[in-house]
């Protein structure tokens, strides 16, 4: 039973303009994103056994770099079962967003 909804709304939390991949390629960094905020969210949650609701609307874009690694990193962090039980993603800025992310998240459970 999930007791409750944890949500991160990205252009309002962190940022409106993703950067790159690694915080050592700039501002705003996928891995940044990941570390501060995505994996504890993502922990509480997953703890509480309740979704993580990601809401991608209101960036200026999305680098899939920064997709990759912060979803991507994720999944190879603590699964892609756990991951995809855990989040909830959402985008009515670009709905095509949505399967992309899930995509890195298939994508990671086998690489690295």
């Known amino acids: 039973m999930i007791a ?8 309002r939390e962190f940022t409106d303009t ?9 501002d705003h960094s996928g891995e940044e994103f990941l570390n501060d905020f995505l ?3 993502f922990v509480a949650a997953r703890d509480a056994k309740a979704k993580l ?9 999305y680098p899939t770099s ?4 912060a979803f991507g990193g994720l999944a190879r962090a603590f699964g892609r079962e756990a991951v ?4 909830e993603i959402t985008c009515n800025d670009e709905p ?3 399967e992309q992310v899930l995509k890195y998240i ?5 690489t690295r």
């Not at 993703?18 to 700039?26: D, I, L, T, V």
């Not at 609701?53 to 874009?61: E, Q, V």
């Not at 995809?84 to 989040?87: D, I, K």
């Not at 298939?106 to 086998?110: P, S, T, Y």
């Open 4 to 11: 409750e909804r944890i949500e991160i709304n990205i252009a």
């Open 18 to 26: 993703p950067g790159p991949r690694k915080r050592s390629e700039g």
């Open 39 to 41: 994996r504890p969210r």
């Open 53 to 61: 609701c990601i809401n991608l609307d209101g960036a200026i874009g």
């Open 66 to 69: 920064f997709l990759e690694e």
């Open 84 to 87: 995809e039980q855990t989040l």
């Open 96 to 98: 095509y967003l949505e």
């Open 106 to 110: 298939r994508a990671a459970d086998g």
